[in-house]
Antibody
Framework: QVQLVESGGGVVQPGRSLRLSCTAS????????MHWVRQAPGKGLEWVAF????????YYADSVKGRFTISRDNSKNTLYLQMNSLRVEDTAVYYC?????????WGQGTMVTVSS | QSALTQPASVSGSPGQSITISCTGT?????????VSWYQEHPGTAPKLMIY???KRPSGVSNRFSGSKSGNTASLTISGLQAEDEADYYC??????????FGTGTKVTVL
């Protein structure tokens, strides 16, 4: 069935890096724009980053611009989020989501905790 | 990229109708017919309930409906049921492939 599965979360110290992955199945991954959305503990949803179907266009929320990089490998049906210079306030569940105008398919999320 | 404004909480009795508002600006909600609504139960991923202001995905109950006027969108849940108790988030396209979410509304079924 149509599915997104995130991985790569964990506990990391401030200033360090982490790379998240999101593996897609059940649909033609290369045909869809993809996004990362996060949710800090007890807080609301926050849009993080966008990548076009072919990887040619990328946009970021101001809160992560210059620190996070979104990418994709359509041959592997996988979306990535490289997170550098992590801050305590980046602590959140990170979701990947498929987007044909709205976020119609979501992964289960992966938890990232930034703490010393 | 300021969050859209939603009431923190809305409640209703079973069978009643409730409406959740979502207020943005002329740069997001007011500019595009791309407001969507998501239902989130604790510990689970958000679920798309409404897209393009007022369209329902296949499988979503027709008790859920969306509307928009100017810079404010609304989600109405009619015939409120216990299973509708959840957090609800609106989301709007904000140009240049960016999106902005609402602050979230906790719906309580009394």
């Amino acid at each position: 069935q149509v599915q997104l599965v995130e991985s790569g979360g964990g506990v990391v110290q401030p200033g360090r890096s982490l790379r998240l992955s999101c593996t897609a199945s059940g649909f033609t991954f290369s045909s869809y724009a993809m996004h990362w959305v996060r949710q800090a503990p007890g807080k609301g949803l926050e849009w993080v980053a966008f990548i076009s179907y072919d990887g040619g266009n990328k946009y970021y929320a101001d809160s992560v611009k210059g620190r996070f990089t979104i990418s994709r490998d359509n041959s592997k049906n996988t979306l990535y989020l490289q997170m550098n210079s992590l801050r305590v306030e980046d602590t959140a569940v990170y979701y990947c989501a498929r987007e044909p105008g709205a976020f119609d398919i979501w992964g289960q999320g992966t938890m990232v905790t930034v703490s010393s | 990229q300021s969050a859209l404004t939603q009431p923190a909480s809305v409640s209703g009795s079973p069978g009643q109708s409730i409406t959740i508002s979502c207020t943005g600006t002329s740069s997001d909600v007011g500019s595009y017919d791309l407001v969507s609504w998501y239902q989130e139960h604790p510990g689970t991923a958000p679920k798309l309930m409404i897209y393009e202001d007022n369209k329902r995905p296949s499988g979503v109950s027709n008790r859920f409906s969306g509307s928009k006027s100017g810079n404010t969108a609304s989600l109405t849940i009619s015939g409120l049921q216990a299973e509708d108790e959840a957090d609800y988030y609106c989301c709007s396209y904000a140009g240049s492939s960016t999106y902005v979410f609402g602050t979230g509304t906790k719906v309580t079924v009394l």
